[in-house]
Protein backbone atom coordinates (compact mmCIF):
# COMPACT_ATOMS: atom_id res chain seq x y z
CA UNK A 1 0.00 0.00 0.00
CA UNK A 2 1.28 3.24 -1.00
CA UNK A 3 0.49 6.61 0.80
CA UNK A 4 -0.84 8.14 -2.32
CA UNK A 5 -3.40 5.19 -2.43
CA UNK A 6 -4.60 5.56 0.94
CA UNK A 7 -4.65 9.45 0.66
CA UNK A 8 -6.80 9.11 -2.35
CA UNK A 9 -9.03 6.81 -0.51
CA UNK A 10 -9.25 9.04 2.61
CA UNK A 11 -9.90 11.89 0.28
CA UNK A 12 -13.15 9.84 -1.69
CA UNK A 13 -14.74 9.73 1.62
CA UNK A 14 -14.68 13.16 2.26
CA UNK A 15 -16.00 14.16 -1.06
CA UNK A 16 -18.25 11.29 -0.64
CA UNK A 17 -19.61 13.26 2.32
CA UNK A 18 -19.70 16.47 0.58
CA UNK A 19 -21.79 14.98 -2.15
CA UNK A 20 -24.23 13.26 0.41
CA UNK A 21 -24.22 16.51 2.23
CA UNK A 22 -25.63 17.86 -1.52
CA UNK A 23 -28.22 15.34 -1.78
CA UNK A 24 -29.72 16.25 1.32
CA UNK A 25 -29.93 20.14 0.75
CA UNK A 26 -31.10 19.09 -2.80
CA UNK A 27 -34.06 17.23 -1.39
CA UNK A 28 -34.61 20.49 1.46
CA UNK A 29 -34.82 22.65 -2.07
CA UNK A 30 -36.88 20.88 -3.87
CA UNK A 31 -39.39 20.74 -1.49
CA UNK A 32 -39.58 24.15 -0.35
CA UNK A 33 -39.96 24.78 -4.31
CA UNK A 34 -43.39 23.00 -3.87
CA UNK A 35 -44.43 24.88 -1.01
CA UNK A 36 -47.28 26.99 -2.57
CA UNK A 37 -48.45 30.47 -0.23
CA UNK A 38 -51.66 28.76 0.30
CA UNK A 39 -49.84 25.65 2.40
CA UNK A 40 -48.46 26.20 5.65
CA UNK A 41 -45.09 27.87 4.61
CA UNK A 42 -43.57 28.29 7.88
CA UNK A 43 -44.33 25.00 9.52
CA UNK A 44 -43.14 22.93 6.29
CA UNK A 45 -40.05 24.93 6.24
CA UNK A 46 -39.37 25.25 10.07
CA UNK A 47 -40.06 20.88 9.88
CA UNK A 48 -37.43 20.49 6.62
CA UNK A 49 -34.57 22.92 8.08
CA UNK A 50 -34.43 21.10 10.94
CA UNK A 51 -31.36 20.06 11.37
CA UNK A 52 -32.21 16.29 12.42
CA UNK A 53 -34.70 15.59 10.09
CA UNK A 54 -33.30 12.54 7.88
CA UNK A 55 -32.74 11.90 4.45
CA UNK A 56 -35.21 9.26 4.56
CA UNK A 57 -37.96 11.38 6.16
CA UNK A 58 -37.09 14.13 4.02
CA UNK A 59 -37.56 11.56 0.98
CA UNK A 60 -41.18 10.44 1.95
CA UNK A 61 -42.34 13.89 2.03
CA UNK A 62 -40.67 14.71 -1.77
CA UNK A 63 -42.96 11.33 -2.46
CA UNK A 64 -45.88 12.52 -1.21
CA UNK A 65 -45.80 15.90 -2.84
CA UNK A 66 -44.57 14.20 -6.57
CA UNK A 67 -45.19 11.24 -8.32
CA UNK A 68 -41.52 9.66 -8.80
CA UNK A 69 -40.32 7.04 -11.53
CA UNK A 70 -41.25 3.41 -9.70
CA UNK A 71 -37.66 1.91 -10.07
CA UNK A 72 -36.10 4.71 -8.55
CA UNK A 73 -37.22 3.56 -5.10
CA UNK A 74 -35.01 0.68 -5.24
CA UNK A 75 -31.70 3.53 -6.29
CA UNK A 76 -32.57 5.65 -3.44
CA UNK A 77 -33.56 3.06 -0.84
CA UNK A 78 -29.58 1.27 -1.65
CA UNK A 79 -28.78 5.08 -1.22
CA UNK A 80 -30.06 5.10 1.98
CA UNK A 81 -28.89 2.13 3.09
CA UNK A 82 -25.31 2.83 1.61
CA UNK A 83 -25.57 6.79 3.32
CA UNK A 84 -26.83 5.26 6.68
CA UNK A 85 -23.63 2.53 6.88
CA UNK A 86 -21.33 5.60 5.62
CA UNK A 87 -22.45 8.15 7.93
CA UNK A 88 -22.68 6.03 10.73
CA UNK A 89 -21.19 2.68 11.09
CA UNK A 90 -18.25 2.67 8.06
CA UNK A 91 -15.51 1.74 10.64
CA UNK A 92 -17.14 -1.38 12.05
CA UNK A 93 -18.25 -2.94 8.40
CA UNK A 94 -15.55 -6.07 7.96
CA UNK A 95 -14.34 -4.81 4.92
CA UNK A 96 -12.97 -1.42 5.72
CA UNK A 97 -9.48 -0.87 6.83
CA UNK A 98 -7.57 1.95 5.21
CA UNK A 99 -4.26 -0.02 6.00
CA UNK A 100 -4.58 -3.14 3.37
CA UNK A 101 -4.61 -2.30 -0.61
CA UNK A 102 -7.78 -4.66 -0.86
CA UNK A 103 -9.50 -2.86 2.27
CA UNK A 104 -8.43 0.72 0.16
CA UNK A 105 -10.27 -1.10 -2.95
CA UNK A 106 -13.71 -2.52 -1.24
CA UNK A 107 -13.95 1.24 0.61
CA UNK A 108 -13.56 2.84 -2.86
CA UNK A 109 -16.07 0.67 -4.70
CA UNK A 110 -18.39 1.06 -1.55
CA UNK A 111 -17.67 5.28 -2.54
CA UNK A 112 -18.32 4.55 -6.36
CA UNK A 113 -21.69 2.86 -5.77
CA UNK A 114 -22.63 5.90 -3.55
CA UNK A 115 -21.88 8.42 -6.08
CA UNK A 116 -23.87 6.64 -8.56
CA UNK A 117 -26.90 6.10 -6.70
CA UNK A 118 -26.48 10.00 -5.76
CA UNK A 119 -26.00 10.96 -9.08
CA UNK A 120 -29.29 9.17 -10.10
CA UNK A 121 -30.98 10.56 -7.28
CA UNK A 122 -29.95 14.16 -8.12
CA UNK A 123 -31.48 13.88 -11.48
CA UNK A 124 -34.55 12.54 -10.40
CA UNK A 125 -34.88 15.12 -7.94
CA UNK A 126 -33.91 17.72 -10.00
CA UNK A 127 -36.79 16.84 -12.83
CA UNK A 128 -39.48 16.58 -10.39
CA UNK A 129 -38.06 20.07 -8.95
CA UNK A 130 -38.86 21.52 -12.69
CA UNK A 131 -41.81 19.56 -12.94
CA UNK A 132 -43.56 21.13 -9.97
CA UNK A 133 -41.82 24.99 -10.33
CA UNK A 134 -45.15 25.81 -12.41
CA UNK A 135 -46.67 26.11 -8.98
CA UNK A 136 -46.45 29.57 -7.01
CA UNK A 137 -44.23 29.48 -3.97
CA UNK A 138 -43.11 32.33 -1.48
CA UNK A 139 -40.38 35.10 -2.95
CA UNK A 140 -38.40 33.77 0.66
CA UNK A 141 -38.64 30.13 -0.52
CA UNK A 142 -37.71 31.21 -3.64
CA UNK A 143 -34.59 32.68 -2.29
CA UNK A 144 -34.04 30.03 -0.04
CA UNK A 145 -33.60 27.17 -3.26
CA UNK A 146 -31.65 29.63 -4.89
CA UNK A 147 -29.29 30.00 -2.18
CA UNK A 148 -29.02 25.70 -1.70
CA UNK A 149 -28.68 25.59 -5.53
CA UNK A 150 -25.95 27.72 -6.31
CA UNK A 151 -23.86 25.97 -2.88
CA UNK A 152 -24.32 22.78 -4.31
CA UNK A 153 -22.84 23.65 -8.09
Known amino acids: MTKSSRDST ?6 TLLILQRVEQFVVAALLGMVSPIEADAKLEATLLRDKETLG ?23 LERRNVFVHK ?14 LSRVEE ?3 GIRADAKVALHVLIAANVASRGRTISPEADARIVTILERIE
Open 10 to 15: VLMIGE
Open 57 to 79: SLLRRLGERVELPEHFAVTFERL
Open 110 to 112: FMR
Open 90 to 103: LFMVPWFDLRTEDG
